[in-house]
Every structure is written in C-alpha cells, then in structure tokens.
C-alpha cells in the first residue's frame, strides 16, 4: 500500500467552486506539505506543518486554505477555484529529522491532477 | 523561485555520462537534495549532501560546494528509464524546502 496517498487523482471544477484535495499518510511523519508544480515552473509550497497544531504559509498560499486534522491527514482547500490554479498538485511528508540529515528527504503522494474551467 | 538555476533540458546517450549542474542561494543553506521525477508522476528521493564533496550512490553520485553554491548530479551508465525531470532543491533555515525548476534529461538509444 502506499504510504503517501491523494484524493482525488483528478478533477476537474468550474471558475467559483470550493474544491477540497485530501493527503493521508502511514508513515508516521509530523511534517506534511502542499505543493502545485506548473510546467517551467517547478514545485512551489503552498502550505506546510509541523505537526497537528502548526500550520505555516509557504511561498504562494492566496487563495488556498489547509486543514491539519490528524497527524496523518492534510487537507487542502481552494475556497473559490479560478483558471489559474489549473495545475499538479502533490502532498509530501518529512520526518522530524536532525536539520542536517538525511532523514529530512520528503515522501511525495501520487499527485492531483486539477483543472479548473 | 529562490534563484535555483538549473538547465532546463540535456540530451544524452544510453551508456554515456551526464552532470547536472545547480547553483542557489547560499544565506541559510543547510543542505541540498537532488530528486528523480519522471513524467506525470511524484518526486523521489535521490541524494542529499551536506557536507563539502562527492557523495556516491551506485550510478548516481551528488556533489556539494557550500562556498560557491554549487551542486552537481552525476549519473553513469545512462539507462533508458533514466529519462526524466531531475529537481535540485535546496533546504534552507531547517524547514524550507525550495525546488528548482528541474532539469528534463532525454536518454537516447
């Protein structure tokens, strides 16, 4: 079973709906992020957290929201999709880690492939 | 973002040796992993380097200098199913994670 798993794999929503794109994991980590990779563009973080009560904008966060339910779910919200969130979005996790080792290497979900018309 | 600079694409042949070049920004720099990502699917965990030097992993070796921001993916005996988006990604201040925009490698018969 995977560790990392998205729900959905895809979807595709119309301009102004509220779309809500669900990450679990087995693996026991306290770090989960949210990412949406655009062509050219690379990964760029929306939303991270530590743990079950932390919860940190990353470099794009308007017009997204999160949710921190559990250690193992993280939940991303866009509360009124528009065109240009049309992108792959990926859930990941870390564990705690030493700072300066590899035990910080982030386990990537299968991505959500969303389309906003 | 984050002044991440890698090729956007190379070519190289089945067999052969490519290096994959990425420079960054150095002010808060802990250390720097490098990603496998083939085509619609997630990242993968390759290599992370915190030290100065070379760091071998099989065919696939990662090189760090702190100093010049600088690292470099080695990956010998290029097999076919090597074909795929290479992410350099810095870590910074412990709990920043910032990726290139990715190097697509296309391995040729």
């Known amino acids: 079973d995977a560790d990392v798993t998205q729900t959905p794999r895809n979807r595709i929503t119309k301009t102004g709906k509220r779309i809500m794109l669900e990450c679990s994991q087995t693996?026991?980590?306290?770090?989960m992020y949210w990412y949406r990779q655009d062509p050219g563009l690379g990964l760029r973080l929306i939303y991270y957290s530590f743990d079950v009560k932390d919860i940190n904008k990353g470099e794009i966060s308007d017009g997204y929201s999160v949710s921190r339910q559990a250690q193992a779910k993280f939940s991303l919200s866009l509360e009124s999709a528009i065109p240009n969130q049309t992108a792959l979005y990926f859930c990941?996790?870390?564990?705690?880690?030493?700072?300066?080792?590899?035990?910080?290497?982030?386990?990537f979900g299968p991505g959500t492939r969303l389309t906003v018309l | 973002g984050q002044n991440i600079d890698q090729p956007t694409e190379m070519t190289a042949t089945e067999g052969a040796i490519v290096q994959i070049n990425c420079t960054y920004q150095?002010?808060?720099?802990?250390?720097l992993f490098w990603y496998q990502q083939h085509a619609g699917e997630a990242p993968t965990f390759l290599s992370y380097n915190v030290l100065d030097g070379l760091e071998e992993k099989g065919r696939f070796s990662s090189f760090l200098s702190r100093s010049k921001g600088y690292s470099y993916l080695l990956l010998k005996e290029l097999q076919m199913k090597d074909s795929a988006s290479y992410l350099c990604?810095?870590?910074?201040?412990?709990?920043?994670?910032?990726f290139g925009s990715g190097t697509k490698l296309n391995v040729k018969p």
């Open positions: 990941a996790t870390s564990d705690l880690g030493g700072g300066t080792g590899s035990g910080n290497e982030q386990f």
């Open positions: 150095t002010s808060g720099f802990n250390g």
């Open positions: 693996k026991g980590h306290d770090r």
């Open positions: 990604a810095p870590h910074r201040n412990f709990n920043k994670f910032y």
